[in-house]
């Protein structure tokens, strides 16, 4: 497989592998699946049984979130709903996912940031100037100021957290992750709330993004599982490394469970890591026997086991046999898979059979 196809994969893996806000909404809506069309390479969507159920017209599309999904037509975004129908003009050089205030986050041709309804009313827009914007999570979104530091504004575009920080993660439970710079060479890692103060001092060696009320700290190579009132949960032996995958998701707890690397046993080992899944009071509760492992959606976790990906269910047993050359996460009942050469990429079900093969392209 080439680089582009190796990177055209791993994009689409990312993409319907995301983790973050899943709103309630119908079936009906959220049940399509982009698939690109082998001759005309135009993108379409299919429903779970391989069905077309949008035509292939697309040059670009994404996931269906909250009953819509982001187009490209003639170069630019827009969004449609789940009968294909155009409900917010292609006029965008980008369309973020829809957040949890019910607002998408959109760069215009001016490459103005500002945030949209559902019917693509602008709602939100910055009252100063950014370099760049993120989208809203419990109320705040993350701005980089001309002084390529970032802070957060609220849902009427007001600053109200000070652009200083060298980097920061979106708001979980009321606590944002922050770098920050002293001396402008040292940089360290900490934790505010939504006032902007500071949570611990700026003394963690390691931090790690707050998900489902848990995030992991490491103070004098020490390190920490912790709660979302900063309260320690447990001391681990084990080395932190939530990278149990190599793509750009960085792997935070999924449906209580969180895939991290070390030795069987929860040992500490230099040369012998591998991933396992511990559960939110830091308990093993899968063994490390993995070379790299995705997160848990729908009860059903990815695992590599030499060079083939397989799933496993929330008690370790392989439910589908490692034969995978790529392998994403469920989402609404289907995963995207790679088995090169006869098919560069399709859809599976939950019993591992394919709904939909594209061919060599």
């Not at 309804?117 to 979104?141: C, N, Q, T």
């Not at 599982?225 to 939530?242: F, H, N």
Request: hydrophobic share 40%; charged share 25%.
């Amino acid at each position: 497989m080439g680089i582009m196809k190796k990177f055209f994969l791993s994009a689409l893996i990312i993409l319907f592998s995301g983790c973050g806000f899943r709103p309630e909404i119908s079936d009906q809506e959220l049940a399509l699946y982009p698939f690109q069309d082998n001759n005309t390479k135009l993108w379409g969507f299919i429903d779970e049984e391989g069905k077309i159920s949008i035509e292939a017209e697309f040059e670009e599309a994404s996931v269906f979130r909250q009953g819509l999904a982001n187009v490209k037509i003639d170069g630019n975004w827009g969004l449609i709903n789940h009968l294909g129908q155009i409900v917010v003009k292609p006029e965008y050089l980008t369309i973020k996912e829809f957040a949890d205030n019910k607002t998408a986050l959109v760069i215009d041709s001016d490459f103005k940031y500002f945030h949209i309804d559902r019917r693509g009313k602008k709602v939100i827009v910055p009252k100063k100037e950014y370099v760049s914007m993120m989208p809203f999570s419990e109320g705040l979104a993350a701005v980089e100021g001309q002084n390529e530091k970032w802070g957060f504004v609220d849902e009427e575009g007001e600053e109200v957290i000070e652009t200083k920080f060298e980097a920061v993660g979106a708001f979980s439970n009321g606590i944002a992750q922050v770098n920050i710079s002293e001396f402008s060479f040292f940089i360290f890692n900490t934790y505010i709330n939504k006032e902007g103060k500071l949570l611990f001092q700026p003394e963690l060696d390691e931090a790690t993004q707050f998900s489902e009320g848990r995030a992991f700290i490491r103070i004098d190579g020490k390190l920490k599982l912790i709660g979302d009132k900063g309260q320690v949960i447990k001391e681990l032996s084990m080395a932190l490394s939530s990278k149990c995958n190599t793509d750009s998701i960085a792997m935070g707890y999924s449906e209580g469970l969180m895939g991290m690397k070390f030795a069987p046993g929860g040992k500490v080992s230099k040369w012998y890591n591998k991933c396992g899944f511990i559960d939110r009071d830091g308990n093993i509760v899968i063994d490390a026997q993995f070379r790299e492992a995705r997160q848990f959606n729908e009860g059903l976790a990815a695992v590599k086991i030499g060079d083939k990906w397989g799933y496993i269910d929330r008690q370790g047993n392989m439910v589908i046999e490692p034969k995978f050359a790529e392998a994403g996460s469920f989402d609404k009942r289907l995963a995207v898979v790679s088995e090169p050469p006869l098919i560069p990429w399709g859809y599976i079900n939950q019993q591992g059979d394919y709904v939909w093969k594209s061919v060599e392209f």
